[in-house]
């Protein structure tokens, strides 16, 4: 592949379907570096610091990035570098501790009343700052006689009402595959939310099928997406138009973040995205400090400088625009609000 073939790709990428964006989207980085226009010399440290963890990222979301500018808030998310291989004091492997909390196969139950479902191990897009990054995800796998174990655990468990689709991105799967396995969930009485944390309607907005709408609003569930969105430059016209049949579907949108250093460390770099996510129908919900996994001090914020930054978001923007700034800490009951 060539750059122009690159181009000639982007330009068709809404002709081919979502599946065929995703096996596109583990990229060449030589011929990235190239279509984006930038130093060839970032190659050999792409390559090496992207051995454990590959660079991976749709089309549709490169296509967003600035060409010529190493240090686009789109590029920095995705691109790896040496700073990635060090092992710094303070982060870990499995910073949230989530091996402590998996009752069964697949299932990972931290929070009083919800529960959280690893769906798949797949994404589309190696966002280079992922806390599961190392998640064992072999462990996790949900086939058909571990998804029994699971319906079992919900129903042996009246207070769970949410169970959460996470992995990986849940949205990878099949249409078929989330409507069967929403089909068993149905039969358990004590579920009433279905909550979704995706990628997907950012990286590939043609995801949203007209199979995955009718899937939604025929459940019995009320159904909450959580996207997750970093920097205002992710939202297109066609992010907006996967967002705009969400919304007329009955979904509730939420958007988390994460402050990311060089991304979005500003009130003003906050406040655009936040404006934006609510023009299309989404509300900023949380702004997460980094999970502190190996390979990611890069992006960290501080939290005294992450408190600073949402005060400076709440002068100037209304309340239902200013996200919770939260972290997790393993062993708590639920996510400790910083702001």
Known sequence: MIASDYTTL??????????????????????????????????????????????????????????????????????????????????SFDPLAEKDYSPTAGLIHKYQGRVLLITTSACAVNCRYCFRRYFPYSDHRTAKNQREQILTYLRSNSSIKEVILSGGDPLIASDNYLEDLITDLETINNISTLRIHTRLPIMIPDR?????????????????????????QEIDKNVQQALLLLKNAGVTLLNQAVLLRGVNDSSEALYDLSEKLFINAVLPYYLHLLDLVHGAKHFEVKEQQAISIVKQLANIAPGYLVPKLVKEIPGEKCKTRVF
Not at 52 to 57: I, N
Not at 218 to 229: A, D, Y
């Open 208 to 232: 949203i099928t007209s199979k995955l709408l009718s899937i939604i609003t025929n459940s019995r569930f009320k159904i909450v997406i959580v996207i997750h969105c970093n920097h205002a």
């Open 10 to 91: 982007i330009t068709n990428n809404k002709t081919i379907s979502w599946q065929q964006q995703l096996t596109q989207s583990k990229v060449d980085p030589k011929k990235l570096l190239e279509y984006l226009k930038l130093d060839i010399k970032l190659l050999p440290e792409i390559i090496t610091s992207s051995k454990s963890f590959a660079l991976r990222a749709p089309l549709a979301f490169i296509s967003r990035i600035k060409k010529g500018d190493v240090n686009d808030p789109l590029l920095k998310q995705i691109l790896p570098t040496n700073e990635e291989l060090a092992i710094n004091e303070g982060f």
